[in-house]
Nanobody
């Protein structure tokens, strides 16, 4: 069993900052890529950023220069530092991890439950 739990969401004013965290736990042998996705109201879920075990990152164009993804692989935790927040960033943010469980030779994606980020004045 694998669980991912996000934290750090909340209400901020435009231009403000938030730092999201997501900790994976359970029967985890290895995690390759971790990432953040978001789902704005009335829209489909979209990629925000990903990071590999080695630290290579990828960002959606809409967040480049404002968001930074990082991870602590020893703690199976991924972070998303969000600066210069805009109302358009309002969404439920979900973390994702590609996980290999003990005694398995395959990787599978797991999702957190989501955390609400609201950017409003």
């Amino acid at each position: 069993q694998v669980q991912l739990v996000e934290s750090g969401g909340g209400l901020v004013q435009p231009g403000g900052s938030l730092r999201l965290s997501c900790a994976a736990s359970g029967s985890i042998a290895s995690i390759s890529t971790m990432g953040w996705y978001r789902q704005p109201p009335g829209k489909q879920r979209e990629l925000v950023a990903t990071i590999t075990r080695g630290g290579s990152t990828h960002y959606a164009d809409s967040v480049k220069g404002r968001f930074t993804i990082s991870r602590d692989s020893a703690k199976n935790t991924v972070y998303l530092q969000m600066n210069s927040l805009k109302p358009e960033d309002t969404a439920v943010y979900y973390c994702n991890a590609n996980v290999r469980r003990y005694y398995s030779d395959t990787y599978n994606f797991y999702w957190g439950q989501g955390t609400q980020v609201t950017v409003s004045s």
